[in-house]
């Protein structure tokens, strides 16, 4: 190898270093202004996430109670409408009753 190669291969050998320490130090500087300025916000999603799960968790709550009050409200309206239906029942059977004793009656008098 003579010098002029010599020369030429130490230059192509230092500009491949100079380009990988170059490439090396941008990946670095991208990946801790990333890091330093994102951070902030990452900091505020989560903040915002967990406001958004606290909310969901007081309203499922919220849903519940609710369901289980209607649902209480309804048992307790089907437990009057039969009441209300048997003593319609026997109301009715009564004036049958009446009917009756009053035909009877006035068949024999």
């Known amino acids: 190898m003579n010098r ?12 491949i270093a ?3 320490g ?12 990333i890091a330093g300025a994102e951070m902030g916000e990452l900091d505020r999603m989560a903040q ?13 709550t919220y849903m519940q109670q609710r369901e289980s009050e209607l ?15 048997d003593g ?3 109301a009715r059977r009564e004036a049958e009753e ?6 009877r ?3 024999t008098g």
């Open 18 to 20: 100079f380009a990988l």
């Open 105 to 107: 009656t006035n068949a």
């Open 88 to 90: 319609l029942r026997d």
């Open 98 to 103: 009446l009917r009756a004793y009053i035909e």
């Open 71 to 85: 649902s209480n409200q309804q048992h307790q309206t089907e437990a009057e409408l039969r009441a209300a239906m």
């Open 22 to 33: 170059w490439f090396a130090h941008w990946l670095i500087h991208r990946f801790t202004r």
């Open 48 to 60: 915002a996430l967990h406001e958004a799960e606290e909310s969901r968790d007081q309203a499922i």
């Open 4 to 15: 002029a190669e010599f020369i030429i291969v130490t230059a192509i050998i230092l500009f």
